[in-house]
């Protein structure tokens, strides 16, 4: 399983931004898929997950209201669409996939499968 992030980037606080996670290798079905973020001296901490079909979807409290992930099954993509950025969504973004529904999907070695990870820098 292969996955590429993309769609990071340089953007002032209030703006949007879309990432995008590829998947190839597998059939991503029954996968779980999530986004992590790591800023410089912290943990990578969970951001959002969505099982592949597309009918559970989770958030970190600090992305409630203003991130939104969604997935193709028919393009393998996964999508987070983040608006209302703010300097504190500062960080790499990585996303990450693992086969079938875990309850410990906020913990980084839940997941098997990581991509690259995408830079993402908000300015005030």
């Known amino acids: 399983v292969q996955l590429q992030a993309s769609g990071g980037g340089l953007v002032q606080a209030g703006g949007s931004l879309r990432l995008s996670c590829a998947a190839s290798?597998?059939?991503?079905?029954?996968?779980?898929m999530g986004w992590f973020r790591q800023a410089p001296g912290k943990e990578r901490e969970f951001v959002a997950a969505?099982?592949?079909?597309?009918?559970?979807?989770y958030y970190a409290d600090s992305a409630k209201g203003r991130f939104a992930i969604s997935g193709d099954n028919a393009e393998n993509t996964v999508w987070l669409q983040m608006n209302s950025l703010k300097s504190e969504d500062t960080a790499v973004y990585y996303c990450?996939?693992?086969?079938?529904?875990?309850?410990?999907?906020?913990?980084?070695?839940?997941?098997?499968?990581w991509g690259q990870g995408t830079q993402v820098t908000v300015s005030s």
């Open positions: 969505i099982h592949w079909s597309g009918g559970i979807k």
């Open positions: 990450a996939a693992r086969e079938g529904y875990s309850g410990a999907y906020r913990i980084p070695n839940e997941y098997k499968y």
């Open positions: 290798g597998r059939t991503f079905s029954t996968y779980f």
